[in-house]
C-alpha cells in the first residue's frame, strides 16, 4: 500500500527526492514518517509530517538539508534530499501512522512501505 521510489546513487553534495505514494486507501489524515536503515544498523527516524502537511520534524542531521512535504490529493508524500553525505547511504522506507502526533518512534506507525536504496558516493 506505501510504496517508496527515487532512490539512486548520486554524488556526495547532490540531490535526490524520494515520493512515497499510497494505494489501496487514502492516507491523507495519517501523519507520514520517512526511516532509514544503513547496512549494519538499526533503522533510525528521518522526517515526518502531519496529516495537514503544517508540522513536520527531522532527525537533527538532516535539518537544513532534507525537507519533507505531501500532496494529499495524489497520496503522496516527498522527501527532497540536498547537500547529500555518504553517511546518507541507505535503505529508505516510508510510513504511515494513525497518531495525530507527528512521531519520531517506529512504533507508532501502523504501516510500513518498500524501500528505496539511496547510495551517495565521496
Known amino acids: 500500500q506505501l510504496q517508496a521510489s527515487g532512490g539512486g546513487l548520486v554524488q556526495a553534495g547532490g540531490s535526490l527526492r524520494l515520493s512515497c505514494a499510497a494505494s489501496?486507501?487514502?492516507?491523507?489524515?495519517?501523519?507520514m514518517g520517512w526511516f532509514r536503515q544503513a547496512p549494519g544498523k538499526e533503522r533510525e527516524f528521518v522526517a515526518a509530517?502531519?496529516?495537514?502537511?503544517?508540522?513536520?520534524y527531522y532527525l537533527d542531521s538532516v535539518k537544513g538539508r532534507f525537507t519533507v512535504s505531501r500532496d494529499n490529493a495524489k497520496n503522496t508524500v516527498y522527501l527532497q534530499m540536498n547537500s547529500l553525505k555518504p553517511e546518507d547511504t541507505a535503505v529508505y522506507y516510508c510510513?504511515?501512522?494513525?497518531?495525530?502526533?507527528?512521531?519520531?518512534?517506529?512504533?507508532?506507525?501502523?504501516?510500513w512501505g518498500r524501500g528505496t536504496l539511496v547510495t551517495v558516493s565521496s
Open positions: 510510513a504511515a501512522s494513525l497518531s495525530t502526533v507527528v512521531s519520531a518512534r517506529a512504533q507508532r506507525y501502523d504501516y
Open positions: 489501496g486507501r487514502t492516507f491523507s489524515s495519517y501523519v
Open positions: 509530517i502531519s496529516w495537514s502537511g503544517t508540522s513536520t
